[in-house]
Nanobody
Framework: QVQLVESGGGLVQAGGSLRLSCAAS????????MGWYRQAPGKQRELVAT???????NYADSVRGRFTISRDNGRNTVSLQMNSLKPEDTAVYYC???????????WGQGTQVTVSS
């Protein structure tokens, strides 16, 4: 069973920065994809950014140029550096991983990010 441990959420003023991290464990197969999604109150969960084991990244248009995703394959960690934060970035952020070969995906418990105006 894959376990995901997230850290780094919090409260920040608009224009500030936060860094989210997620550590994955529980499988020897490795992770095809690691990434972050978010869900704001009353809205559906949406993709923020993902990164493959080869380093190919995908960003939501709303965060491209402000957020940077990175991963450490050796440590099975994925991080999201969030700069120039806006109030509309306020949401619960969820780590997501897809296990290589079996394509099973797992979710973290979520971490709250609140951006005040």
């Amino acid at each position: 069973q894959v376990q995901l441990v997230e850290s780094g959420g919090g409260l920040v003023q608009a224009g500030g920065s936060l860094r989210l991290s997620c550590a994955a464990s529980g499988t020897l197969l490795g992770f095809k994809s690691m990434g972050w999604y978010r869900q704001a109150p009353g809205k559906q969960r949406e993709l923020v950014a993902t990164i493959t084991s080869d380093g190919i990244t995908n960003y939501a248009d709303s965060v491209r140029g402000r957020f940077t995703i990175s991963r450490d394959n050796g440590r099975n960690t994925v991080s999201l550096q969030m700069n120039s934060l806006k109030p509309e970035d306020t949401a619960v952020y969820y780590c997501n991983v897809v296990v290589r070969l079996i394509n099973a995906d797992y979710w973290g418990q979520g971490t709250q990010v609140t951006v005040s105006s």
